[in-house]
């Protein structure tokens, strides 16, 4: 078992920037990846960024790419999403999630757990 538990959102003015936290507790150590998602209000939840456990691979959404950026400290099992140049529209709850096998990048199938989710409010 992996239990993750985010943090860091809150709200912000458009323009503005967040870091999210995501620490990881239990099996950590056969992890694939851990990736990022939200989920806006009558929304699918859609992907954000992942990165592998070594953190050498990264990759992103296009609608975040050159914004976000995704980074890890095993040291601290803790995974960070650095998010810059925010818009209203990246509004949502953020989760993030571990993966234990399958594709590049996984695909949301593929991730075994998932944390219970910070708010993100962008005003305009």
């Known amino acids: 078992q992996v239990q993750l538990v985010e943090s860091g959102g809150g709200l912000v003015q458009a323009g503005g920037s967040l870091r999210l936290s995501c620490a990881a507790s239990?099996?950590?150590?056969?992890?694939?990846?851990t990736g990022w998602f939200r989920q806006a209000p009558g929304k699918e939840r859609e992907f954000v960024a992942v990165?592998?456990?070594?953190?050498?691979?990264?990759y992103y959404a296009k609608s975040v790419k050159d914004r976000f950026t995704i980074s890890r400290d095993n040291a601290k099992i803790t995974v960070y999403l650095q998010m810059n140049s925010l818009k209203p529209e990246d509004t949502a709850i953020y989760y993030c999630a571990d993966s234990r096998r399958g594709s590049w990048p996984p695909t949301i199938y593929e991730y075994d757990y998932w944390g219970q989710g910070t708010q993100v409010t962008v005003s305009s």
């Open positions: 990165i592998t456990w070594s953190g050498r691979i990264t």
């Open positions: 239990g099996r950590t150590f056969s992890s694939y990846a």
